[in-house]
């Protein structure tokens, strides 16, 4: 990876967690964003930083995400957001305090 590229895919990893702070998407998306960032910046960078893969890996595979949701059934559209809600509630805190932890250790950088 070039210094350029790092610089690029820092800021990527930056933003996206102070977008996950701010409420710009759902904690999905937003943890999405930011594991994914990580990512390209080397597994160092997810080992350093497992919450936001350990709440996408624990999102039962049957709750419905994007677009899909828009062809369910109100009744399962329900049932799904219930469980959702139960992983997003376990894991919010711990979102919240490793996207500040993303931005402490990257912004300097």
Known sequence: MTPEQKIARTRRAVAAARALISQEHGLVHA??????????????????????RRFLDRIPLAVPLGEGRLLCTEELLL????????VEAEFRASLLLESQAVIKALAAT
Do not use: C, H, N, Q
């Open 31 to 52: 943890s999405k964003r930011v594991s994914d960032a990580l990512d390209y910046l080397g597994d160092d960078m997810s080992t350093m930083f497992p919450t936001f």
């Open 79 to 86: 049932e799904s957001d219930a469980k959702l809600a139960r």
